[in-house]
């Protein structure tokens, strides 16, 4: 198991355990503030426009070193560090329907996401200010997902699914997530001093609504050597998902629930 992995089942396995304690907690303000906060890291940090400070949060042992919380400008959401492996997390909150959120049926909520001015994949390009990671610019970065799914319960929204989802199983072509950017134009308007900003949005298959994955507390990772349920008990490996490129390339994914 790569470093990075490791730091995304024990992310994963950290949360699931809160889940199991109280099965549909309070959303939050956000959601990458809610997921920062359920990070046990040694040492807190939040980006913003004026730069990047540490935060006092109180926390029981830690299993991170560090964590970063970035601003609204910078990929990814998070930086998750342990014994200098970093592992990236995206994340993602979408609204459930009504009569899933009562029910538990039927399909539950947009069957895509949105993502604004870059495209996904398992592997970001580090954009932030923090000079401690100054040495990621430029470089992949291993990024998992965290996809959050919520709804009205009692009158008050609350996390009604969670699942941490390898950014592979989106989309795992790094030279398109590189390469295909905003593009700025001069030379606009009568006075030729106006720019068009073309802020691009693309739409991908959203995770939640796999039929493997409704409503669940689940992690997804791409299939490797290692036995996840030998080390981790608490996880019940339900299929595995076979996913194909465009040029058949096929590529195998371990879908895991938590059982608790």
């Not at 935060?55 to 342990?82: A, C, M, N, Y």
């Not at 609204?95 to 604004?116: H, K, L, V, Y």
């Not at 009692?154 to 398109?176: K, Q």
Request: net charge neutral; proline share 6%; with cysteine.
């Amino acid at each position: 198991m790569t470093p990075e992995l490791n730091n995304a089942v024990d992310l994963f396995v950290h949360v699931a355990t809160g889940f199991q304690k109280e099965p549909r907690p309070p959303m939050g303000d956000s959601f990458e503030e809610w997921t920062f906060w359920q990070v046990p890291a040694s040492r807190y940090f939040r980006s913003a426009r004026t730069g990047v400070a540490q935060v006092d949060v109180p926390t029981g042992k830690p299993l991170f070193d560090v964590v970063l919380w970035q601003s609204l400008l910078e990929h990814p959401d998070l930086v998750i560090e342990r014994d200098g492996a970093c592992l990236g997390i995206e994340c993602k909150s979408l609204r459930a329907s009504t009569q899933f959120t009562e029910t538990g049926d039927g399909i539950p909520c947009r069957t895509t996401i949105d993502f604004n001015s870059t495209v996904p994949c398992g592997r970001e390009k580090f954009k932030g200010k923090f000079e401690v990671y100054a040495h990621l610019k430029d470089r992949p970065l291993v990024t998992f997902y965290a996809l959050r799914l919520y709804g009205s319960v009692d009158g008050e929204d609350r996390v009604i699914s969670f699942v941490l989802v390898d950014g592979n199983y989106i989309n795992r072509d790094f030279e398109l997530h590189r390469t295909h950017r905003n593009i700025s134009r001069s030379g606009f308007g009568s006075y030729g001093d106006g720019k068009i900003r073309e802020r691009k949005m693309y739409l991908f298959p959203n995770p939640l609504t796999d039929e493997a994955l409704r409503g669940s507390v689940s992690l997804v990772v791409e299939q490797s050597d290692g036995d996840l349920v030998a080390r981790y008990p608490q996880l019940k490996q339900m299929m595995i998902q076979i996913k194909t490129t465009t040029t058949g390339q096929r590529y195998p994914f371990c879908v895991y629930h938590w059982q608790g």
